[in-house]
Structure formats: C-alpha cells, structure tokens
C-alpha cells in the first residue's frame, strides 16, 4: 500500500510517498481504506519529533491521528461494524496510509449526509470530546463546565454533552467568542 511517511524528523519535506504492507485486521480491530485523512497539530509534532512517547517502532513512521473510509476487514469480536460501513475514526499514527487498523471504539459511523473533506478532519477533536464526556459518565441534569469551549474539542464538548442530556453547560472562552458559545448553548 502508498503511505506518506517519515524517514526522519524534520519540516514537511520529509514526508515520502512510500510501499509498505497492507495490514490485516486482529482481534477487536477493523481494517479502514482510507479515503481522506486530517492533519492534526499532532501529527506536525509526530513530524518534528516532538512527540517521541507517542512512537512505537523504528522508520518509516505514517502519520495521521484522524481519517475517514470504509470498513474492509474486521476483525474476531468486533461488533457493531460491518465490511463496506463508512467511517471516521482516530489514531495516534498510521492514517497516511491507504488502509489503517485500528481497534473497534476508535472509529464511528461516518453520518451520509457529511462530505468526506468533513468527516477526515472531524473526528480528532470530536471523539476527544465524547471520551472525555463518557470518562466523566454525563448524564441527564448534569450541570458541565468545558474549560476552552470555543476551541475545536471544546466545541464539540459543548454540544455533546447537551445532546448526552446536561441541563446546563458553562464554558470558559474570551470574550470575544461569549456569543459563539451563546450560540452552541453554553453559558459564558
């Protein structure tokens, strides 16, 4: 399979289109085509050899903490998923590629109405949210405070966790953005 990987550390000219081996799904993995990914801050650090706790292996590395595709394997104990879903999903690393695995819970059905440009930079920041939402177990009537709610995650927090059924949801922000959260339903 193509993958833009890295060789080295260094600016964006590092990344190469490389031949690496198509990976199999495993035991509570999918395997996903990759059709469009994002490009996270993150990944610019995995770049720039910021972020070596987050590296597992030697070179070449594939960045790509976000993607969007379909489902063409899956693996044992999988549920919920099917080959030829569409999705959106996350990884540390390896969404640069053609085809990436990734466990179950790390990917969400891609909505139909949402372009694939959307869906391959969404899910960084929204399924950050909702991890955080469901570690933190929001219920109905819970009253939530999103610390930078105007950011890209603290967006998605807020109107996730209005969905998930909390009454009220405070977020902090500048006051130049007070309206926007206004707007998502927050209280400034």
Same mark, same amino acid.
């Given at each position: 399979?193509?993958?833009a990987?890295?060789?080295?550390?260094?600016?964006?000219?590092v990344?190469?289109?490389?031949?690496?081996?198509?990976?199999?799904?495993q035991?509570?993995?999918?395997?996903?085509?990759?059709k *469009?990914?994002?490009?996270?801050?993150?990944?610019?650090?995995?770049?720039?050899?910021?972020?070596?706790?987050?590296?597992?292996?030697?070179?070449?590395?594939v960045?790509?903490n976000?993607?969007?595709?379909?489902i063409?394997?899956?693996?044992?104990?999988v549920?919920?998923?099917? *080959?030829g879903?569409?999705?959106?999903?996350?990884?540390?690393?390896?969404?640069?590629?053609?085809?990436?695995?990734v466990p179950?819970d790390q990917?969400?059905?891609?909505?139909?109405?949402?372009?694939?440009?959307?869906?391959?930079?969404?899910?960084?920041?929204?399924?950050g949210?909702?991890?955080?939402?469901?570690?933190?177990?929001?219920?109905?009537?819970d009253? *939530?405070?999103?610390?930078?709610?105007?950011?890209?995650?603290?967006?998605?927090?807020?109107?996730?966790?209005?969905?998930?059924?909390?009454?009220?949801?405070?977020?902090?922000?500048?006051?130049?953005?007070?309206?926007?959260?206004?707007?998502?339903?927050?209280?400034?």
């Amino acid at each position: 399979m193509k993958a833009a990987a890295l060789s080295s550390f260094g600016p964006p000219e590092v990344l190469r289109t490389v031949e690496l081996d198509e990976p199999d799904a495993q035991a509570g993995q999918v395997r996903v085509q990759v059709k *469009v990914a994002g490009v996270q801050p993150f990944d610019c650090g995995v770049r720039e050899g910021r972020f070596p706790h987050a590296l597992v292996g030697d070179f070449p590395i594939v960045p790509g903490n976000e993607f969007a595709g379909t489902i063409d394997q899956v693996g044992a104990g999988v549920t919920g998923f099917s *080959v030829g879903d569409a999705v959106l999903g996350f990884s540390t690393l390896g969404g640069y590629a053609e085809w990436v695995t990734v466990p179950y819970d790390q990917v969400v059905p891609k909505p139909a109405d949402m372009p694939w440009k959307i869906a391959g930079g969404f899910s960084g920041a929204a399924q950050g949210a909702r991890n955080a939402l469901n570690q933190m177990r929001v219920t109905t009537g819970d009253v *939530v405070l999103i610390n930078g709610a105007s950011g890209g995650l603290g967006t998605m927090a807020v109107q996730l966790a209005k969905a998930m059924g909390a009454s009220t949801v405070i977020g902090t922000a500048g006051q130049a953005n007070h309206e926007y959260l206004r707007s998502l339903g927050a209280v400034p």
